[in-house]
């Protein structure tokens, strides 16, 4: 491994580390995820994260900085970020040295959850099969810690918009027994997050995305420990 990357990872390491120890004092920043080949990952841009995060600080007491960033696969900056967040409706195409980055950030205690906004699919598993040559998105178990965070989804992920009428499944890629990327499909978490104005969900379906949007923080924060943040 080239020694910047080295450098990268340890420093990231140092991060993650302190975001995970810290009590309540938590003082990061989610991003979204920036990516070529024509997708439009700028989807749900305006209010989908900003949402999430301040149901987060209001309800399972985290600190994170309000205010979303945004950041290119390719970029060290990713490494600033213990959360990203992926969607889109169209192509997506990772170069090989965002392939790398983007694999040494999971790796090294990154969080990537990708939110299928209807049309990725047949674009991100190929790009994802790059980053992971030796692994497979697989359907999660409903007795996944993911699903018992903060908020309890004996079922699995909740149904947010209809699509294709098909059940909502919850993928995940597994490096070293610990999940790494969540891959929510036929479901639409992101829009879930949305302001009520944007797609006119009801309250009791915008609120179960962002109960289910919080387990995914509370995991990658904690690193995939089945615990309270603040417990």
């Given at each position: 491994m080239k020694i910047k990357n080295i450098f990268l990872l340890s420093l990231f390491f140092i991060v993650v580390t302190s975001f995970r120890y810290s009590g309540t004092a938590y003082s990061c920043?989610?991003?979204?995820?920036?990516?070529?080949?024509?997708?439009?990952?700028?989807?749900?841009?305006?209010?989908?994260?900003?949402?999430?995060?301040?149901?987060?600080?209001?309800?399972?007491?985290?600190?994170?900085?309000?205010?979303?960033?945004?950041?290119?696969?390719?970029?060290?900056?990713?490494?600033?970020?213990?959360?990203?967040?992926?969607?889109?409706?169209?192509?997506?195409?990772?170069?090989?040295?965002?392939?790398?980055?983007?694999?040494?950030?999971?790796?090294?205690?990154?969080?990537?959850?990708?939110?299928?906004?209807?049309?990725?699919?047949?674009?991100?598993?190929?790009?994802?099969?790059?980053?992971?040559?030796?692994?497979?998105?697989?359907?999660?178990?409903?007795?996944?810690?993911?699903?018992?965070q903060v908020y309890e989804y004996p079922n699995g992920l909740p149904k947010i918009h209809e699509h294709d009428g098909l059940p909502a499944q919850g993928f995940g890629l597994i490096w070293e027994g610990k999940l790494v990327c969540f891959y929510d499909y036929e479901c639409d978490l992101g829009d879930g997050w949305e302001s009520p104005e944007v797609h006119h969900d009801s309250q009791e379906t915008r609120l179960k995305a962002l109960k289910m949007g919080a387990n995914l923080v509370n995991y990658a924060l904690l690193g995939g420990e089945s615990k309270h943040l603040d417990k």
């Open positions: 920043q989610l991003a979204v995820l920036k990516y070529n080949g024509g997708g439009d990952w700028y989807a749900n841009l305006e209010t989908s994260v900003p949402n999430l995060i301040k149901f987060c600080n209001d309800n399972i007491h985290t600190n994170i900085n309000p205010d979303q960033g945004v950041v290119e696969v390719g970029s060290p900056d990713i490494f600033n970020y213990p959360f990203v967040h992926m969607t889109g409706h169209g192509n997506v195409v990772f170069s090989a040295q965002e392939t790398e980055n983007l694999r040494n950030y999971l790796i090294s205690g990154g969080f990537l959850h990708i939110s299928d906004n209807y049309g990725i699919d047949k674009f991100i598993r190929p790009q994802m099969k790059k980053v992971f040559p030796e692994l497979d998105f697989v359907e999660l178990p409903f007795t996944h810690p993911i699903y018992h």
